[in-house]
């Protein structure tokens, strides 16, 4: 075969290039196969203007994009890890969430009779339903063998632990507990904690231990799968870095790890039939990874499923638009003199409704509510006083309206005077009679109304995670419409999830380890030669390869002088590393030298915190409210530097 590699043929493989975005260009004339050896006979990638080549790339950088290029790695294969986060976002939904996984101790008939009574009266495909229930069934022993951890310091959140933290997460063990045939399934954390980012820097680690074999390219947003047009192979992708566009190659696969769309306003509209929702998770989940898939000919499916947090199914405080909200957990107002309305003044939902991850139980079965377009807890002085007790209130999230009497209230939120009085003067006799003909909330929950001031708190509907997404099979290939695995293309995590119906708690992280490991494998594995074409071959001036370029920089080297100390702790998004100057004894000066905290909480928070540990000459400071890992991080930091002094 004979390969030009002129500037010539370099120019005419940019036009096939940019030709085969749409699937098109000079392979649909000649419109054969033949066998290579002749003079211009060369495979579809060979006609692509390439700026590097990987034997895998990974799109998303969560525990799904994690597991799946650990993987690849200790398959054998370079790989390539994107995400569109900048440093200090990366890690999706995984930095976020609880960092508890869903956990079967064994137990492969229980958890099998389980999970298909989730499933309900939902489709379920056997051969992806064996590997994720088999993976449950035996996740404790995956974890610790995958990131050499020592099960002994793992907490299984059971009712009755003696663990700090089962006692946050032990009703998820199991969610659905009508459906547990006996008591091995339960959710479990590597060490005693949650919503600390553990899970997730173990994971990133491994990641970081692995640059031998990944790079990570971060703020490099994947835009396209580059495809050819006959066989419908996935050869690479198309990718945005540093202002320009370039094409990667994928010798062996492509896995798509990118989340969801909770941050795609069309798509929650298109799918989950809701006009908005707040995001409590990662806002860079916007729905890319879709779009690029079903213009490759991706099936679809679970498009209706979503998670959300637990008290009114799912609320959250209200957040502007494009940005990470909070999940409403002020659970002393859902009993009481309090009532949810909407829009009008009109009550919509039994407050006191016990919530699985946003779905409420409404005529035998759980699932996600609607809302009205805009939500108001309606509460009086009574309960106001309670609320601002209660350990999980935070003044900066409060901003209710307040009138001294009900018209007035409706008119500050625009709800109709008379329907507001009418529904509060009906809760009031429901509650006097102690039964609730309305929505049958429990009688012990309700208490009538003190006569004002009233109080109206607007809150949202959010969201953790959507489910759905393009389906895939036990193997981790990605579907076409007709069923069939789309060549070189793989999926894990949220990305697609498995869940179509009721979820478990930990059920996702589950997830990202299991079929991210599946993805991985199969993704490494050496793949056939490619089919030939009549075409001219070309070349990049430009190619990027194993260890030239990656932005997951770890061991770094700081300067200290004689009377400077170092010292590091762990931060949700990695080490905060501090340099404390001490003379005479006293706290000259504190200065963080890295960290990856998100810039507008840990960020924040942590010139607070210096501040407070110079003005005290101690690391024995308080907390910043909403920041406490990051608080934690820095206090313990600081503290071993100064050990050091003494």
Known sequence: MTVQYSRRSFMKGALLSAAGAAGL?????????????????????????????????????????????????????SVLLLDKAPKGFEGGNTRYCGQIFVNGRGDLEATRAYYRSLFGEFAIDEDIFKVYVEGIAGIEDNFANTFNLDKSEFVNAIEGSTAKTAMYVWEFSPEYPEFAVNDSLCVSMLHDGVSDAYLWGIER?????????????????????????????????????????????AENGVVMTCGGFENNKQMIQDYLGRSKLVPFGTVYNTGDGHKMCQAAGA??????????????????????????????????????????????GYRFFREDVPSRHGHVYQNGVWENPKFPERVFIVYDQTSADIAVKSPWFKSEDYHPE????????????????????????????????????????????????????????????????????????????????????????????EFGGICANMYNGGGNMAECLIFGQVAGKNAAKKKDPLDAYVVEAVVS?????????????????????????????????????????????????????DHSETPDRGGKALELLQQKALDTQSAQIDVVSGATVTSDAFKAAVEEALSQAK
């Open 541 to 593: 001036d430009e190619m990027y390869t194993l260890g030239k370029e990656t932005d997951l920089e770890e061991g770094k080297s700081y300067e200290t002088t004689p009377n400077q100390y170092l010292g590091k702790g762990a931060g949700i998004g990695g080490d905060i590393v501090v340099r404390v100057t001490v003379n005479g004894g006293k706290i000259d000066n504190i200065e963080v030298l």
């Open 402 to 493: 307040s009138a001294t009497t009900l018209a007035e209230l409706a008119q500050k939120i625009g709800a109709k005077s008379e329907v507001l009085e009418k529904t509060v003067a009906d809760f009031n006799s429901f509650a006097t009679a102690g039964y609730d003909p309305s929505f049958y909330r429990a009688a012990e929950s309700m208490r009538v109304f003190d006569g004002g001031p009233y109080y109206a708190w607007e809150i949202m509907p959010g969201l953790l995670n959507t489910q759905g997404g393009p389906q895939r099979n036990g193997d981790a290939e990605v579907l076409d419409a007709t069923g069939s695995p789309i060549p070189h293309l793989y999926s894990a995590g």
């Open 205 to 249: 680690q491994a990641v970081a231990d692995r640059k031998d074999k990944i790079d990570v390219w971060l703020e490099s947003p994947a835009t396209r799968l580059i495809q050819d047009p006959k066989s419908k192979t996935i050869l690479g992708v198309e990718v945005t870095r540093k202002g320009k566009t370039l094409n990667i190659r």
């Open 25 to 77: 260009g000079t392979l649909a004339a000649c419109g054969q196969t033949q066998t290579k050896g002749g003079d211009g006979v060369v495979s579809y990638d060979e006609t692509v203007v390439w700026n590097g080549r990987y034997d895998v790339v990974v799109v998303g950088f969560g525990a799904a994009g994690a597991c799946s290029s650990i993987t690849a790695a200790d398959e054998g294969a």
């Open 299 to 344: 099936e679809f499916w679970h498009m209706h499923a979503f998670e959300s947090a637990m008290n009114f199914g799912g609320a959250g405080f209200v957040c502007e638009e494009g940005k990470q909200g909070k999940t409403f957990s002020v659970a002393e107002l859902t009993t009481g003199s309090s009532i949810l309305v909407g829009t009008d």
